[in-house]
Structures are given as C-alpha cells and as structure tokens.
C-alpha cells in the first residue's frame, strides 16, 4: 500500500479527482522511469522549484482507472521537471507502464506526497536472466538510480536502463523508511541475487499450491 495519508506539498493540489480526466500516454524514447506532467501543472510546479518552495524529483500517486469492476490501482512515480505534449496526459516510460500493469490511453489522476528520503533499499532482480545482466553491469546500475529512476515503492518493481540500450528490472523488498521513499545521495542499497535454481525452487512450490488449492494433490496415484 502507498502512504496515501500523506499530505501532498501545498503548492501542487490533486489533479484528477474522482473524474480522472488526464490519460495516461507511453512513450518510448525516456531512459529513465520519471513521468512527464501536463504543461499547465508543470509550469505551475517549476514556479514552486524556482521559489525554493519544492524540490525535484517530486514524489508522486498515480491512481489509475483499471476499468468497470475493478479497484483503481495506485503506483508511486516521480517527476523531474519534464512537461507532456499534451495537457490532458500523463506521459509515462513506456517500460515503467508495463511493470505497473497499466495500459496507454487509460484515465488517472495524479497526486503529489511528501515522500521521506530513502536511509535503506533492498532490491532483487525480477528474473536469473535480470540478475545476470546486473553481475555485469552491478556498479554502472547503482550510480544510474539516482539519475533514472528518484522514487521506489515497497514491491513495486522498476526498470534501469543500461548504457541507454538493454533494460533489466528490480523490485525493491525492503525500503526504509516505507513503504515509498525518495532515494538520495546518502541512501545505502543492497543487492539480493536470484538464480536460475531459486527461480526453479520457487516455480515448483508454486506448483504444489496451486495444485493443494485446486485439490490435485494425489489425484492420479494408484
């Protein structure tokens, strides 16, 4: 769950409402995970930054109509002073929406928050696949975090960009303080791997509770 009882900075009032009049928009260009705001929000938002009265990345609540009977889905994201094309959207990386599960052209609204500096993140590749692409590029990744992505969310998985071409995902399974934080130049990040036998590990345990669930076990003995 995202800390949605925390007061949104003074300068930046929801955007949305119940309506959900913005949309989201993919795109495919960014490298990095932070969104693009509508032009008239963003210039009121680089006034506040000039002042001194915000500070960039902004930390922010997405909340996201996933369609009729379904709860609306909320995701934390941040902002670093990009404008969309258009003022009705949202732009968003077209990667960072498919590892929130939302799709282009959906209606959300959009919400600033106070969001506490990271002290702690723990984070674990997505797949073996992920995590030998970071053995590789391990000390590239960390100096790129700050720079790509700004916020991370408890078990909201996010993607990096390497060297501006191939991507690799993680998700964070323990931020501190959380469950949203602002990473920072004093945030300490820890790495957990996931291989190949604790992907086969945990698809077989998988299995057997499905299997328990569905009322499968010992079906076909004897």
Not at 78 to 83: E, I, R
Not at 207 to 215: F, I, S, T
């Amino acid at each position: 769950a995202l800390p949605l009882r925390a007061r949104p900075p003074r300068a930046m009032a929801q955007r949305g409402g119940g309506s959900l009049p913005l949309v989201i928009s993919t795109t495919a260009a960014p490298r990095d995970a932070f969104v693009a705001l509508p032009k008239s929000l963003a210039s009121v938002l680089h006034d506040n930054v000039a002042a001194g009265k915000l500070k960039l990345p902004l930390a922010l609540v997405l909340t996201v109509d996933m369609g009729r009977g379904q709860q609306p889905k909320q995701w934390g994201a941040a902002w670093a002073g990009g404008a969309a094309k258009a003022d009705s959207s949202v732009e968003v990386p077209a990667a960072v929406a498919a590892a929130a599960g939302v799709a282009d052209g959906v209606r959300c609204s959009v919400r600033a928050v106070n969001s506490p500096p990271a002290q702690r993140v723990i984070v674990e590749p997505a797949s073996a696949d992920d995590w030998e692409v970071l053995e590789q590029n391990a000390e590239y990744v960390e100096g790129q975090l700050l720079r790509q992505v700004g916020v991370v969310v408890e078990g909201q998985p996010f993607p990096v960009w390497i060297r501006g071409q191939s991507t690799l995902m993680l998700r964070p399974t323990q931020v501190v303080p959380g469950p949203m934080a602002q990473l920072t130049d004093g945030s300490e990040l820890a790495i957990a791997p996931r291989t190949r036998q604790q992907e086969a590990k945990e698809a077989n345990a998988m299995a057997e509770q499905m299997q328990k669930a569905l009322g499968l076990s010992g079906a076909f003995a004897g």
